[in-house]
Every structure is written in structure tokens, then in C-alpha cells.
């Protein structure tokens, strides 16, 4: 099953094509964990086909964005220094 995410970023331009970025993303997925961010590594595309998971834009003020993205998740970065884990 495929994942929806979203991410709040200042300026299309952040979200890099072909790049590994690291990006603050929070899951749009119904159920208990809607809504819950996460800090992951990720790769971004716009052409939707790309990747399983689709990506939503939110620019500065909450204001959803009219381009979409496909997102791959490579990994989930732990932000928590390691005696808090």
C-alpha cells in the first residue's frame, strides 16, 4: 500500500530532484498515526509515476501547493541524542 506524506517547506526549490534531501515529513495515512512527523532522508520526483509514495506541499503559511510529488523514503533519521532513546 502506498504512503501519503506531506511536508511544509518556504519555497518549491527545497525539494530537489535527484538528490538525497533530509526533510521534516508527517504521514496523511488514515489510523492512529495521521498527522505524526518524522525526520527521513529522502529522494523526491515530480513525475508522480516515480516512486509508490505521493508527497503534498505546504508552503510558508500553510498554503497547499499545486504541484505534487511522488517520495521515497530511504531511511528515518533520529533526531533524539542516544540517552533520551
Known sequence: MANK?????M???ELAEGKELELTIRTLNDGL???TYQRAKVEVSSKLD???DSLQVRL???????RKFSIRVIERVERLPARYR
Request: charged share 25%; no cysteine.
Open 11 to 13: 519555497d518549491l526549490g
Open 60 to 66: 510558508g503559511r500553510g498554503q497547499l501547493s499545486d
Open 50 to 52: 516515480q516512486f509508490a
Open 5 to 9: 506524506w506531506e511536508v511544509f517547506v
Open 33 to 35: 498515526h495521521k498527522y
